[in-house]
């Protein structure tokens, strides 16, 4: 695989963190930065900076693993200060498309590039290296950085301009969050009447109106208070950008304004610190249901 010779990581949580350890491992020299400095300290072979004007005077490609729109347009223009001429800004937040559009004419008027690579999978899929990244920029900035993409995740996907990554990104967690609270929303109904939970997972398997969370995620259905991979404040958070995004372009987003309502509810019930996983908690408590599968006989 090409080799960048300097490539930059700014904000280093549990994906930027996995990314810049694995940039490590493929040979670039890679420079990172934290509002953390211990989190800078961590990533063994890393140069630790104290500044993001330090990442891009050092990088010919930075990332950025931001938690929104505000972070990364705050970010990017400390960036632009002193990153040098024809240097790219590899967003992989998840932000929204006229932003990001927005922000590629700013850095292109200072001499420099923004790829968007808006991602899923997870810190579980930066650690494996099993990412899909959906990409939107220009042909020539996208073709520079994907070497170092292809090498952090399974799939590197051009979507289009910038804009484009971050609303497909946008449309992939819609059908990922509304699978999810449809599934636990039917099997509270399930529960409700008296029917086992497995029982009605298997019924639905079998029936063949599964989805991604019936097929594989119930599996870990019975797993609670697992620590904070991808929290439910953040998916809140993203169910608000769907919903503009979709309300920018005239689109009838009833699923979203759902998506909406139930994870502000999710935050304030307390559940906003902890991971994905425990949407199942805010379903048991709205609908006073117990969704556990119990253990076979036998087991």
């Known amino acids: 695989m090409a080799r960048m010779s300097a490539v930059g990581v700014v904000g280093l949580g549990n994906i930027g963190g996995a990314l810049a350890a694995n940039l490590v491992a493929d040979g670039h020299d ?19 900076a104290g500044t993001v004007t330090a990442v891009a005077a050092a990088s010919e490609v930075t990332l950025t693993s931001l938690p929104g729109p505000d972070a990364v347009a705050a970010v ?29 004419e700013r850095l292109a008027a200072s001499g420099h590039h923004l790829v968007e690579a808006p991602l899923t999978g997870g810190a579980v899929g930066a650690q494996s290296r099993t990412l899909v990244f959906m990409v939107g920029g220009d042909p020539e900035p996208v073709a520079r950085v994907r070497p170092v993409l292809n090498g952090l995740g399974r799939a590197t996907i051009h ?11 946008l449309v992939n967690s819609l059908i990922a969050f509304t699978c999810t609270w449809a599934s636990l929303e039917a099997l509270s109904m399930a529960v409700a009447a008296g029917i086992d939970v497995r029982t009605a997972v298997e019924v639905v398997r079998t029936a063949g109106a599964s989805n ?27 169910a608000g950008l769907v919903q503009q995004v979709a309300d920018g372009h005239g ?30 908690v805010a379903a048991e408590q709205r609908s006073d249901v117990d969704l556990t599968i119990a253990p076979k006989l036998g087991a």
Request: no cysteine.
């Open 30 to 48: 890679v420079t990172v930065t934290d509002l953390d400095p211990t989190r800078a300290e961590a990533v063994e072979g890393a140069t630790a």
């Open 76 to 104: 990017a223009a400390e960036w632009a200060a002193a990153a040098p001429a024809g240097a790219i800004l590899l967003d992989l937040s998840t932000t929204l498309p006229a932003g990001n559009a927005a922000l590629a």
């Open 159 to 169: 979507l289009g301009p910038v804009g484009t990554g971050t609303t497909m990104k």
């Open 212 to 238: 991604f969370f019936i097929d594989r995620g119930v599996e870990g259905i019975n797993q609670r208070d697992r620590p904070a991979q991808f929290a439910l404040a953040l998916a809140a958070k993203d």
């Open 251 to 280: 689109v009838s987003a009833s699923m979203a304004a759902t998506m909406v309502e139930v994870l502000q509810d999710v935050v304030a019930r307390g559940l906003g610190d902890h991971d994905w996983s425990d949407l199942v």
